[in-house]
C-alpha cells in the first residue's frame, strides 16, 4: 500500500482534462474505480470555468456573484442528473456557498478549497471514499493553475486525442457545422490547455494519449497511470479497464469512415498543418 493510502488525511483530488471528445469521460470513472476514490459523476465546471471560482481567485468575480452563478447556472431543476443536483441537493448547495462567501473575501484560495471540499468530499465520503476524481474537460484550459493554487497536492490528468476523431466526434454530436470549424475547435483548446498546463509543476501533470491507452499499449498505459498516482495494481479499476475500455469501443480511426472523399482529403492535409503548428507551438500532439 502507498503512503497516500495508509495517509489518514483525505488523498490528493484528482483532475482531468483534455479537449473535449477525448476520452476524459473514461478515464475518469477509470480512475474513479480506484478503491479509495470516487469519480464526481458530472461535469461540476463552477471550480474551472473563467466566470466560477478562477474569476474569484483573479478579483474579477465577487464571492457574491459567484454564489448567485453556481446556483442559476450550474445547478438544476430538481430531478435533473447533468448538473450539480447529480450529487448535491439545493439546500446543501446553498449552505456550502454561505458558508463561502464571507471567508472568500479574506482568502479565496483557502475558501475555494473548502467549497470544493465539502461538496465534492462530502459526495466522495457518501459513497464510501475518500478521494475524487473531477473531470471537467475545461479544467484544462482554464482551471489548471487556478486548481493547483487551492491544491497544490493535486493529480492532474491531461487526455490528448487524434484531432480527426475529436473532429468527427465533434460533428456527430452537433458541436461543430463542418470539418474546418471542428479541428479549429480542437487546435484552439490543444493551445489553450498547453498554456494553463505549463502552469502546473512538472510532477503533477501526466499527459495520457488515448490511442495508446486503449489501442497501442493498454498495459504500458495503465502502468503508466499507476505509477503517476503512486498505485499499486487495483482490482475494481482493471476490471472496469477491462470490460469498459475495449480498444473495439475507442473508435480509433472512426474518421476515416465519417469522412469521404473531397472531405477525408482534407481532414487529412489539414490535420498534418495543425499538427505542425502545434509542435512549433510546444504543444505534444497525439501522434508525439
Known amino acids: ?39 464526481i459523476p458530472v461535469e461540476a465546471r ?10 474569484v481567485l483573479l478579483g474579477e468575480v465577487t464571492p457574491e456573484d459567484f454564489a448567485r452563478r453556481v446556483l442559476a447556472q450550474w445547478y438544476h ?9 447529480a450529487f448535491v441537493t439545493r439546500e446543501q448547495l446553498q449552505e456550502a456557498l454561505d458558508r463561502f462567501i464571507a471567508p472568500a473575501s479574506e482568502d479565496p484560495v483557502a475558501a475555494g478549497r473548502s467549497l ?5 468530499g462530502g459526495y466522495a465520503r457518501s459513497e464510501g471514499r475518500r478521494g475524487w476524481v473531477e473531470m471537467t474537460p475545461i479544467n484544462a484550459m482554464h482551471g489548471a493553475p487556478h486548481l493547483a493554487r487551492m491544491f497544490p497536492e493535486l493529480r492532474f490528468v491531461n487526455v490528448i486525442r487524434d484531432g480527426r476523431d475529436v473532429a468527427s466526434s465533434l460533428l456527430a454530436v452537433g458541436w461543430a457545422q463542418d470539418a474546418r470549424e471542428a479541428l479549429d475547435w ?8 498547453q498554456r494553463q498546463l505549463a502552469l502546473l509543476p512538472a510532477d503533477s501533470l501526466l499527459t495520457v494519449r488515448f490511442e495508446r491507452l486503449l489501442v497501442e499499449d493498454r498495459s504500458g498505459g495503465l502502468q ?15 476490471r472496469f479497464f477491462a470490460r469498459r475500455m475495449t480498444a473495439e469501443e475507442a ?28 509542435r512549433a507551438a510546444g504543444v505534444r500532439t497525439p501522434s508525439a
Open 1 to 39: 500500500m502507498s503512503e497516500l493510502e495508509r495517509s489518514p488525511d483525505p488523498p490528493a483530488p484528482i483532475f482531468v482534462g483534455g479537449t473535449g471528445r477525448s476520452g476524459t469521460t473514461i478515464l475518469g470513472r477509470l480512475l474513479g474505480r480506484q478503491h479509495n476514490y470516487t469519480v
Open 46 to 55: 463552477f471550480h474551472c470555468s473563467p466566470d466560477g471560482l478562477p474569476g
Open 77 to 85: 431543476p430538481p430531478g435533473g442528473t447533468e448538473k450539480l443536483a
Open 116 to 120: 470544493m471540499q465539502e461538496l465534492f
Open 186 to 193: 480542437w487546435e484552439q483548446r490543444m493551445l489553450r490547455g
Open 224 to 238: 503508466e497511470l499507476l505509477d503517476f498516482m503512486g498505485w499499486q495494481e487495483d482490482a475494481p479499476m482493471c
Open 251 to 278: 473508435h480509433v480511426g472512426r474518421w476515416e469512415t465519417h469522412f469521404s472523399g473531397a472531405e477525408r482529403d482534407f481532414v487529412a492535409t489539414e490535420y498534418e498543418a495543425i499538427q505542425a503548428r502545434l
